[in-house]
């Protein structure tokens, strides 16, 4: 972390705005998981290896910005996709749990980002499988708002997971 914020500084010193985003982008980067399941870049469901700086850095930096919200939090990432997200929180939470609806999405992110506080679960987030209220200190959902239309649902569901002190990041 401090590596990237000495190159934050030189890049925004320089006034060298692309040259930051360029450069976040590859230190986020991560590689293509070493197993059977490949996803492809779809225009929808975001892989870290797409080979676009600005739209890794579009979807890496809100990660990167909610960490230390998460510090030793748990959390519970809806319509994790891939993976990489949550994975990235894991550096800082407790514990985090990632919710995607698609079967194929899942395997890939159990297979490739194994850590011991991090788990995937397939799911809907209009009805997440998770027994329980009140469990979770932090509750992520990034990019999945225009793919649904229950979003009463799915606020009823997240009412139903978040801690009452919890936070909602959005």
Request: charged letters at 30%.
């Amino acid at each position: 972390n401090e590596r990237i914020y000495k190159k934050y500084i030189e890049y925004k010193d320089k006034g060298n705005i692309q040259g930051l985003l360029f450069y976040n982008s590859k230190i986020f980067r991560s590689r293509k998981a070493d197993v059977e399941i490949k996803l492809g870049w779809t225009g929808e469901r975001f892989v870290p290896w797409a080979d676009d700086p600005v739209i890794n850095y579009e979807h890496l930096h809100r990660y990167a910005f909610i960490m230390e919200f998460v510090k030793d939090k748990t959390v519970l990432d809806l319509a994790c996709g891939e993976g990489y997200g949550s994975a990235m929180l894991s550096d800082t939470a407790a514990f985090v749990t990632g919710i995607d609806i698609d079967d194929i999405t899942i395997k890939h992110a159990s297979r490739k980002y194994q850590k011991p506080n991090l788990r995937f679960i397939r799911g809907s987030i209009i009805d997440v499988p998770i027994e329980g209220n009140e469990l979770f200190d932090a509750i992520v959902c990034f990019e999945a708002l225009e793919h649904i239309t229950e979003h009463a649902q799915l606020m009823k569901e997240i009412k139903r997971l978040l801690k009452k002190d919890g936070i909602l990041i959005i």
